[in-house]
Nanobody, 114 residues
Framework: QVQLVESGGGLVQPGGSLRLSCAAS????????MNWYRQAPGKEREWVGR????????NYPNSVKGRFTISRDNAKNTLYLQMNSLVHEDTAKYYC???????WGQGTQVTVSS
C-alpha cells in the first residue's frame, strides 16, 4: 500500500532554513514525478513545487522560487524540500504527493516565527 511519510518540520525563525523529507513506499518511486504542497490553517492547499521522476527537472510557483529546492534520492525512495530564507507566510503543514496517485501523508508542520 502506498505510504508517504513527511518529516523534518519544526519551529524556525524568519530567515532560517529547514529541510523536509518524504519517505515513499508501496509504489515504484523512481517512475513518478513528485509534488510538494502546503496548507495553512483556513487556506486552500497550495502547490509548492514539482520534480520529475529522474530529478532532472523542477518547477516552482513564484511564491517560493529561488528560496525552495526540491530534490530526490531514488535509491532511497526519498523526496526532499530544502527551504531557505523562510518567512512567516511559509507557515503551514507540508505534504508530498506522487503525481497521478491520490494518496497523502500526514504532513509535517513548519512554523516560521520569532
Amino acid at each position: 500500500q502506498v505510504q508517504l511519510v513527511e518529516s523534518g518540520g519544526g519551529l524556525v525563525q524568519p530567515g532560517g532554513s529547514l529541510r523536509l523529507s518524504c519517505a515513499a513506499s508501496g509504489f515504484t518511486f523512481i517512475t513518478y514525478a513528485m509534488n510538494w504542497y502546503r496548507q495553512a490553517p483556513g487556506k486552500e492547499r497550495e502547490w509548492v513545487g514539482r520534480i520529475s521522476s529522474s530529478g532532472g527537472s523542477t518547477n516552482y510557483p513564484n511564491s517560493v522560487k529561488g528560496r525552495f529546492t526540491i530534490s530526490r534520492d531514488n535509491a532511497k525512495n526519498t523526496l526532499y524540500l530544502q527551504m531557505n530564507s523562510l518567512v512567516h507566510e511559509d507557515t503551514a503543514k507540508y505534504y508530498c504527493q506522487a503525481v497521478g496517485l491520490t494518496y497523502w501523508g500526514q504532513g509535517t508542520q513548519v512554523t516560521v516565527s520569532s
